[in-house]
């Protein structure tokens, strides 16, 4: 997601034609909201279990971050765009963040596990994730 992808989204939203006939206090908005938004998803994630890596690599994370960045981005501008606060809530996911499957290239994925390429059973099968063992011994589960 970048402040571009981010304007373009709140342009629309707001039935604009483009990003740039929106006000300038959406521009300065963006930045902060992107940021925002990973730091949510960061925090909840890692905070379930999950490894910076595993993150990073998770599939729906630009899915996220758009949403939870619209929301953050939304919710700081919309009054002054003199719109209702109440459609800024359909973008908040931010609870989902505590339940919600996480997979990397479309496997279920462990918390804890190093997102890497080994091998990990996975309901029988096997996924590209490797486990971690102290001094630098990788073994696949």
């Given at each position: 997601?970048?402040?571009?992808?981010l304007l373009?989204q709140?342009?629309?939203?707001l039935?604009?034609?483009?990003?740039g006939s929106?006000?300038?206090?959406?521009?300065v908005r963006a930045a902060?909201?992107?940021?925002?938004a990973?730091?949510?998803?960061n925090?909840?994630?890692?905070?379930?279990?999950?490894?910076?890596p595993?993150?990073?690599?998770?599939d729906r994370?630009?899915?996220?971050?758009?949403?939870?960045?619209l929301?953050f981005?939304?919710l700081?501008?919309?009054?002054?765009?003199?719109?209702?606060?109440?459609?800024v809530?359909?973008y908040?996911?931010r609870?989902?963040l505590?339940?919600?499957?996480?997979?990397?290239?479309?496997?279920?994925v462990?918390?804890?596990?190093?997102?890497?390429?080994?091998?990990?059973?996975?309901?029988?099968?096997?996924?590209?994730v490797?486990?971690?063992?102290?001094?630098?011994?990788?073994?696949?589960f």
């Amino acid at each position: 997601m970048t402040e571009s992808d981010l304007l373009d989204q709140i342009a629309s939203i707001l039935q604009r034609p483009d990003r740039g006939s929106l006000e300038p206090f959406w521009a300065v908005r963006a930045a902060p909201a992107i940021a925002a938004a990973a730091a949510e998803i960061n925090g909840a994630l890692l905070a379930r279990g999950y490894t910076a890596p595993q993150v990073d690599a998770w599939d729906r994370r630009e899915e996220y971050l758009r949403a939870i960045s619209l929301y953050f981005a939304l919710l700081d501008g919309i009054a002054l765009a003199g719109r209702s606060s109440d459609e800024v809530k359909l973008y908040d996911r931010r609870k989902e963040l505590l339940t919600v499957a996480v997979t990397v290239g479309g496997q279920l994925v462990t918390p804890g596990l190093a997102a890497s390429g080994g091998g990990s059973a996975v309901g029988g099968r096997t996924s590209d994730v490797t486990h971690s063992l102290p001094y630098g011994l990788d073994t696949p589960f």
